[in-house]
Structures are given as structure tokens and as C-alpha cells.
Nanobody, 120 residues
Framework: QVQLVESGGGSVQAGGSLRLSCAASGYRYCMGWFRQAPGREREGVANIYARDGFTHYADSVKGRFTISRDNAKNTLYLQMNSLKPDDTAVYYC????????????????WGQGTQVTVSS
């Protein structure tokens, strides 16, 4: 399994921005960001094919969040703009060796999570 370490979370006001980073110990075919708010199931936010950079976004973040990767640095990013209180959650990066989707159980490597809090 690849080791993943997230950073960059914090507290911001609505409308603000944050950039999350995820340092990976190796390469995986698909990398993704998920989030989990208190009392809710973990949900997919965005994913990216590490080789060609093809991306997909959940409808709730489309147009506000951007996922990217730097393969030379083995680092995944999530730029979050126009943040809303509903974006408050623990954000996780994850990796899998097959085609991207948002099925949590199919991701074999997970980071420890980083808290994002958006106040109104």
C-alpha cells in the first residue's frame, strides 16, 4: 500500500479558500479526495488519473474545487475556493490501482485526514 499524508486544513470564513496537499510514498493509478462530516457517510469530492490527469468532480464542488497532482513530487492537491459552511468536514486523500470512482471500499490506501471548518 502507498502511504498518504494530508496537510493544509484549517478554519476559514465562508467565501474563503484553502489548499489541501497529500504527500504519497508511491504511484497509484487513481487518486481521490473524500470528506466526512459529523454524522454523515464519507463521500467522494474529486478524483484524478495520476498518469493523464483526467479529473472528475462531485456536483456539490464542481466549479469551486480543483484537484491536481505533481507526479514528480508524488503530491496530490485540492484547491478549494468559495468555501461554504456545508464544506465543513474531515478531508481524506485516497488511492487505488484501478479506474476512478467514488466507492469508498475500493480505495486501498487512505491518509489520516485533515479538518476543514468553514464558518458563516
Amino acid at each position: 500500500q502507498v502511504q498518504l499524508v494530508e496537510s493544509g486544513g484549517g478554519s476559514v470564513q465562508a467565501g474563503g479558500s484553502l489548499r489541501l496537499s497529500c504527500a504519497a510514498s508511491g504511484y497509484r493509478y487513481c487518486m481521490g479526495w473524500f470528506r466526512q462530516a459529523p454524522g454523515r457517510e464519507r463521500e467522494g469530492v474529486a478524483n484524478i488519473y495520476a498518469r493523464d490527469g483526467f479529473t472528475h468532480y462531485a456536483d456539490s464542488v464542481k466549479g469551486r474545487f480543483t484537484i491536481s497532482r505533481d507526479n514528480a513530487k508524488n503530491t496530490l492537491y485540492l484547491q478549494m475556493n468559495s468555501l461554504k459552511p456545508d464544506d465543513t468536514a474531515v478531508y481524506y486523500c485516497a488511492a487505488r490501482s484501478y479506474a476512478c470512482d467514488y466507492e469508498v471500499r475500493k480505495y486501498t490506501s487512505w491518509g489520516q485526514g485533515t479538518q476543514v471548518t468553514v464558518s458563516s
